[in-house]
């Protein structure tokens, strides 16, 4: 298939191979985020169908048919989801928590910081490491919060919800997938 060129609308356009579109089951719920390859190969074989499209529009043409490139797709029939394991801790992920703020100072946060330094014994779990500005995380070296006088402005948690696997792999989810996936809890 090849591909129709779209009309400057001002929107990025995400390289072919990076591009993602979300998967949802029959029954609404995400699952996970395809490659474009895979999700036009589930519509043309007629196994999901287009719940929204590429927001510029664009069209993908073979000799006999068109396809209007996905951004969210829904399988036409329902597929029992038997695991869910817990939600790995990723920088992605992790940021995506903290919205990208620093948890001492509000800022923006660039890097990452384990409260309870590791050379103290602080273990790497969503619990302990925070976003971070680069300040903030220099200021603090391996010291405790104690030791500084400083708080937290939001007690860190594991993420929970069925979104949050989906999340912590993809670095930029598409604004039209944000209905589906819900409020994010922490």
Request: charged share 20%; proline share 8%.
């Given at each position: 298939?090849?591909?129709?060129?779209p009309?400057?609308?001002?929107?990025?356009?995400?390289?072919?191979?990076?591009?993602?579109?979300?998967?949802?089951?029959?029954?609404?719920e995400?699952?996970?985020a395809?490659?474009?390859?895979?999700?036009?190969?589930?519509?043309?074989?007629?196994?999901?169908?287009?719940?929204?499209?590429?927001?510029?529009?664009?069209?993908?043409?073979?000799?006999?048919?068109?396809?209007?490139?996905?951004?969210?797709?829904?399988?036409?029939?329902?597929?029992?989801?038997?695991?869910?394991?817990?939600?790995?801790?990723?920088?992605?992920?992790?940021?995506?928590?903290?919205?990208?703020?620093?948890?001492?100072?509000?800022?923006?946060?660039?890097?990452?910081?384990?409260?309870?330094?590791?050379?103290?014994?602080?273990?790497?779990?969503?619990?302990?490491?925070?976003?971070?500005?680069?300040?903030?995380?220099?200021?603090?070296?391996?010291?405790?919060?104690?030791?500084?006088?400083w708080?937290?402005?939001?007690?860190?948690?594991?993420?929970?919800?069925?979104?949050?696997?989906?999340?912590?792999?993809?670095?930029?989810?598409?604004?039209?997938?944000?209905?589906?996936?819900?409020?994010?809890?922490?």
């Open positions: 298939m090849a591909d129709q060129r009309a400057s609308t001002g929107l990025s356009v995400v390289p072919w191979g990076r591009r993602r579109v979300l998967l949802l089951n029959a029954t609404f995400p699952l996970t395809l490659p474009l390859r895979r999700a036009v190969v589930l519509v043309v074989c007629g196994k999901a169908e287009v719940v929204h499209g590429d927001p510029t529009g664009m069209v993908m043409h073979s000799a006999t048919s068109s396809v209007e490139i996905p951004s969210v797709i829904r399988l036409s029939s329902y597929v029992r989801v038997p695991y869910r394991g817990r939600v790995p801790l990723t920088r992605a992920g992790l940021m995506h928590r903290d919205r990208y703020r620093c948890a001492y100072c509000g800022g923006r946060a660039e890097t990452i910081d384990h409260v309870v330094p590791r050379s103290r014994g602080g273990p790497h779990t969503w619990q302990n490491c925070v976003a971070s500005c680069a300040r903030c995380n220099h200021k603090k070296a391996d010291k405790l919060l104690s030791e500084l006088g708080r937290l402005r939001v007690v860190p948690a594991a993420p929970r919800g069925p979104h949050w696997r989906l999340l912590a792999g993809v670095a930029d989810a598409d604004p039209l997938w944000l209905p589906y996936l819900g409020e994010p809890a922490a």
